[in-house]
């Protein structure tokens, strides 16, 4: 994703022009690659029609997308069902088949992310995820489509072990023109988060988003440090942080499913962002991520343009990534 200036000569976040290619066009471009691992292979089987060996190349082609044992074998059990009843005579039925089955999975945790207002204290957002996975990209991402909204939007530098992290939020900051709440690298993240909290209240922000450390999912000291984060924000507002978005790159395909069972475990997550589907044909992790979590999927990222991270909508998903007419 974006990279970052510091003396290690990295580079600061570059403005990026989304395409003026409508967004049902970007997203089937960037589902291509996990497209052509499943419904490339899936227009070859639906062209020789429904066989005996239709289960076992349909499992096959799931499994290689990253769709999960287990999402998989649901899908599986009523395309079997219906190949017992004889509903499905043809590459086309088939198909039909098995995008109710996926819209089946997906329907249920496609659900938007709401901003409750008016209210007495800013809605927190807590930004959580490994380094790599695009958090502090989305989090600028992120600001512009709520300011979209009509949303008055702060941040909170809660990565303070970067320094890089801090500068690249300020830059997101200066870009989307939001004040960033900010202290020296290595000052306590909860005390950063805390501090922003009141100046958002004080200045009336509808929204804070607070970015935090994002060492590897393994570490309990990393899990230690954001429930100290939510503890502190509990002293301002019970009910902060409002929402605790999981930023997951879709290209690392289980190994995301498990990091987000590891964080919702030990801080509990509301939702889920899930990044990077232009670049890996491991986009069935959706899949995966509904069957095994069941939490709402509120954000996809499929590029680097500015408007890039939608809403996440489970008929346009199963469509782009069948490439459904």
Do not use: C
């Not at 976040?13 to 997203?27: D, F, I, M, Y």
């Not at 958090?135 to 600028?140: A, R």
């Amino acid at each position: 994703m974006f990279g970052f200036k510091t003396a290690k000569n990295t580079d600061l976040p570059k403005e990026v022009a989304s395409p003026t290619t409508g967004w049902l066009a970007r997203l089937t471009g960037g589902l291509a690659r996990t497209r052509e691992a499943l419904g490339g292979g899936l227009q070859r089987l639906l062209g020789r029609g429904v066989s005996s060996d239709t289960l076992d190349e349909l499992e096959e082609l799931l499994l290689s997308a990253d769709v999960g044992v287990e999402a998989t074998r649901l899908i599986l059990a009523d395309i079997q069902q219906r190949l017992g009843r004889r509903e499905l005579q043809d590459g086309a039925q088939l198909r039909a088949a098995l995008r109710q089955n996926m819209l089946a999975l997906l329907t249920p945790i496609a659900k938007p992310l709401v901003v409750e207002r008016p209210r007495t204290t800013p809605f927190v957002i807590l930004m959580v995820g490994i380094n790599g996975a695009g958090k502090t990209t989305t989090l600028g991402k992120l600001t512009k489509h709520l300011q979209s909204d009509g949303y008055q939007v702060m941040l909170a530098a809660g990565d303070t072990f970067r320094a890089a992290a801090v500068e690249q939020l300020k830059v997101w900051g200066e870009r989307n023109q939001v004040p960033v709440i900010a202290q020296a690298p290595g000052a306590d993240a909860a005390a950063v988060i805390f501090d922003a909290l009141q100046a958002a209240t004080a200045r009336a922000a509808d929204v804070l988003i607070a970015d935090t450390a994002g060492r590897l999912h393994t570490q309990s000291n990393l899990m230690d440090e954001l429930k100290k984060v939510k503890r502190v924000m509990a002293k301002l507002d019970p009910y902060a942080p409002h929402e605790t978005l999981l930023v997951i790159d879709a290209g690392n395909g289980q190994n995301a499913l498990q990091q987000a069972l590891q964080f919702h475990q030990a801080i509990g997550l509301t939702g889920i962002a899930l990044t990077k589907l232009d670049g890996t044909a491991k986009g069935g992790i959706v899949f995966a991520l509904a069957q095994r979590l069941g939490l709402p999927i509120r954000f996809i990222g499929v590029g680097e343009g500015v408007d890039d991270l939608r809403p996440f909508r489970a008929e346009e998903f199963v469509d782009a990534l069948l490439d459904t007419p």
